[in-house]
C-alpha cells in the first residue's frame, strides 16, 4: 500500500478494527464501516478492496454529501442525453464505473430516500437504470459504504430504508476514536513528526519535549487521527531549531490575538460596541476530589502554563513574562523554582 494509506497504531481497539477489515476483505459481502471523522474510514475501504479478489479492478470512491440531491441519482446510475436539462450526452454512473470492482460510498446517511430506493434495488438484484433508460444494466459490485451516523436510529425514525441497512450491514467495523487507543497518540506522533522533518530535510529528529507530549496525551482530539496530523506537522515546520526537542504545538490554527471578531447581532444599537469577551478560565484538574495535596496541585499546574508559554514564545523570556503579565524578574523565578532551564539554553533577548 502507498505510504498514505498505511495503517499505524497498536493499541488493541485498533488493530481488532484492521484485522476485522482483513477478514472481511474476502468476502464478496457489502460492509459498513463506522466512525467519527478522521478515524481511517477511507483507509479501511481501501485495505477491503486491496485485499479482496478485486483488488485489480476499479475503486471507485462517492462523497454522498458532496452533491446535491437532484445529482447524486445521476452520479450513482448514470444517465442518457436529453434525460433532463443539461444532460447533453450520455455518461455512466458510478456503479457501471465500478463494475467487477468495489464501489465506496462515503457520508451513506445522507443519500436521499429515492437514492436509497435506487441503490436497494442495484444491491438486491445487480443491476442498474440510467435516468432516462427504459432496460438495466447489469453490474458486478462490491458495496462498502461509511458513515458517522446512527443509522439503525434514522431507520428506526423512518430516515433511513431499514431494508437497505439489512443489505448492507454484513459485517459492520466501528473505527475507535484516537483518545480511547492507548499508546496510539506517541506512536502517530512520531511518525508524523518524522516524516515532517524529513520534507523540511532536517538532518535528525529531535523528538517532542515531555510537556508537549503530556500536552497531546491529554488533549480530546474530536478530529481524531486528521487532526493529529495536521497539529504534528504545522508544529515541526514552524520549529526554529531542529537540535531542540520540540516545545510547542498549537492545537487551533486559528487561535490568534489578532483573530477578528465575530459581527455584531443585528439587535444591537448602532455605534455600540459589544463588551469584550472574558479571558478563558484557566482549567482546574478535571477529578478534584483526587486532589490531596494542594500545594503539588498548583505548582503542577503552574509548571504546566510556563512550559507551554515557553515553548510558544521559543525560549525567548522577555516575550514570555510579557505575555503571562510578569516582570522578567519573576518569570526567571518561577523558571528557577520549577527547574526548567535543564536541558534548555536561556535566551533572554
Known sequence: MERESQFIGQSGAFLDAVERASRAAAMNRPVLVIGERGTGKELIAERLHR?????????????????????????????????????????????????????????????????????????????????????????????????????????????????????????????????????????????????????????????????????????????????????????????????????HVQFDPFDSPWRPRPPAHRGSAPGVAKPAAAAPAVQTPQDLDAIDDLRAAVDAHERAILEHALGKHRWNQRQTARALGLTYDQLRHAIRKHGLMEGQEANGA
Open 51 to 247: 485485499l479482496s479478489s478485486r483488488w485489480d479492478e476499479p475503486l471507485v470512491t462517492m462523497n454522498c454529501a458532496a452533491l446535491p440531491e437532484t445529482l447524486i441519482e445521476a452520479e450513482l446510475f448514470g444517465h442518457e442525453a436529453g434525460a433532463f436539462t443539461g444532460a447533453t450526452k450520455a455518461r455512466a454512473g458510478r456503479f457501471e464505473e465500478a463494475d467487477r470492482g468495489t464501489l465506496f460510498l462515503d457520508e451513506l446517511g445522507t443519500l436521499s430516500m429515492g437514492a436509497q430506493e435506487r441503490l436497494l434495488r442495484a444491491v438486491e438484484y445487480g443491476e442498474v437504470t440510467r435516468i432516462g433508460a427504459s432496460r438495466p444494466i447489469r453490474v458486478d459490485v462490491r458495496i462498502v459504504a461509511a458513515t458517522n451516523d446512527d443509522l439503525p436510529a434514522l431507520a428506526t425514525s423512518g430516515e433511513f430504508r431499514a431494508d437497505l441497512l439489512d443489505r448492507l450491514s454484513f459485517e459492520v467495523i466501528t473505527l475507535p476514536p484516537l483518545r480511547v487507543r492507548e499508546g496510539d497518540i506517541g506512536v502517530l506522533a512520531e511518525y508524523f513528526g518524522r516524516r515532517m522533518a524529513a520534507e523540511l530535510d532536517w538532518h535528525g529528529w529531535p523528538g517532542f519535549a515531555p510537556h508537549v507530549m503530556e500536552q497531546l496525551e491529554n488533549y480530546d482530539w474530536p478530529g481524531n487521527v486528521r487532526e493529529l496530523r495536521n497539529v504534528i506537522e504545522r508544529a515541526v515546520y514552524r520549529w526554529a531549531d531542529p537540535e531542540d526537542p520540540i516545545a
